[in-house]
């Protein structure tokens, strides 16, 4: 089994930031990718970045330049700082990985229970 762990949510006025984290931990042999997500009240999920296990990043094109993801392999966590926040940013942040549990097994899907972040005006 294998647990996502997000933190570093909160409330933040616009303009400020703030570094969201994501842990995993349990049955881990691989983690090739991990990304961020949110879903904003009465939204769909959205898709916000991207990283592979060798740091290659891919992001929204319209969070590129305020937001960077970032991630340490050792400790199986991603980061995701977020600059010159937006009310617009207002959601509750997803982080997502696919993960091998043993050598050759497929990968699987698994994701976080989510982080609220709020941007007041």
């Known amino acids: 089994q294998v647990q996502l762990v997000e933190s570093g949510g909160g409330l933040v006025q616009a303009g400020g930031s703030l570094r969201l984290s994501c842990t995993a931990s349990g049955a881990i042999v691989s983690i090739p990718t991990m990304g961020w997500y949110r879903q904003a009240p009465g939204a769909q999920r959205q898709w916000v970045a991207s990283?592979?296990?060798?740091?290659?990043?891919t992001y929204a094109d319209s969070l590129k330049g305020r937001f960077t993801i970032s991630r340490d392999n050792a400790k199986n966590t991603m980061y995701l700082q977020m600059n010159s926040l937006k009310p617009e940013d207002t959601a509750v942040y997803y982080c997502?990985?696919?993960?091998?549990?043993?050598?050759?097994?497929?990968?699987?899907?698994?994701w976080g229970q989510g982080i609220q972040v709020t941007v007041s005006s």
């Open positions: 997502n990985a696919d993960v091998s549990a043993a050598p050759n097994w497929p990968l699987r899907a698994y």
């Open positions: 990283i592979s296990r060798s740091g290659i990043t």
